[in-house]
Every structure is written in structure tokens, then in C-alpha cells.
């Protein structure tokens, strides 16, 4: 079982951002195609943006298009979602989670999550 460490998450105003990190807790673990995923009180985890191992391939979720941006360092075995322009409705806790096949917007094709780091966006 590997398991992945978020960090970066905290309570900030509508309007700011933040910047989320993900790196496995065992440094030998390669992180490859990532993705960041968000659970909500009382709804189920959805899909927020994946990027592929080189890096050039990124997916969004509608609702955070233009506002985040997903990216990697290889050299830090970290990914990161840069959230800008939050919203209230950003509210959640938010999870890393390492693709392993098929469809990328499905919480089963990944293998390995993190804790959850929380984001809460105040009006």
C-alpha cells in the first residue's frame, strides 16, 4: 500500500487561492499520472483534474476550468493543483490519488489515495 501526502489546504476567502501538494510518504514511490479529486459534506467524491506522466496532458472538471491548474515536478515527485478564483462551492476536502487504468474521471481506476486535505472558502 503506498500512501500519498497532501498538503496546502486552509481556510480562505472567496476570491483567493491556494496551492495543494501531493507527494507519496515512502520518496522511492514514483508518482506518474495523478490526480486531484473532491468530496463535498453529503456528496460523493468527484473528478477535479488528472495529468499524465510527461506532463503535457491535463483534464479538467467543468466547474474548475480556467480557475485550476494541475501540474507536476518531477525532480520533487510532486504534483500540485494551483486553485485560483475560489468559491464557496470549492468547499471540500480534497484528495490526490495515483491513475492506475481506463477511464480517468472514475474513482476506480485509481489504486492509491491520499488522507484528504481540507479547503474550506468563506463568503
Known amino acids: 500500500q503506498v500512501q500519498l501526502d497532501e498538503s496546502g489546504g486552509g481556510l480562505v476567502q472567496a476570491g483567493g487561492s491556494l496551492r495543494l501538494s501531493c507527494t507519496p510518504h515512502?520518496?522511492?514511490?514514483?508518482?506518474?499520472?495523478m490526480a486531484w479529486f473532491r468530496q463535498a459534506p453529503g456528496k460523493e467524491r468527484e473528478f477535479v483534474a488528472y495529468?499524465?506522466?510527461?506532463?503535457?496532458?491535463?483534464y479538467y472538471a467543468d466547474s474548475v476550468k480556467g480557475r485550476f491548474t494541475i501540474s507536476r515536478n518531477d525532480a520533487e515527485n510532486t504534483v500540485y493543483l494551483q486553485m485560483n478564483s475560489l468559491q464557496p462551492e470549492d468547499t471540500a476536502a480534497y484528495y490526490c490519488?495515483?491513475?492506475?487504468?481506463?477511464?480517468?474521471?472514475?474513482?476506480?481506476?485509481?489504486?492509491?489515495w491520499g488522507q484528504g486535505t481540507q479547503v474550506t472558502v468563506s463568503s
Open positions: 490519488a495515483n491513475y492506475r487504468s481506463d477511464s480517468v474521471y472514475r474513482i476506480s481506476s485509481y489504486d492509491y
Open positions: 495529468i499524465r506522466s510527461n506532463g503535457h496532458v491535463t
Open positions: 515512502d520518496r522511492t514511490f514514483r508518482v506518474y499520472a
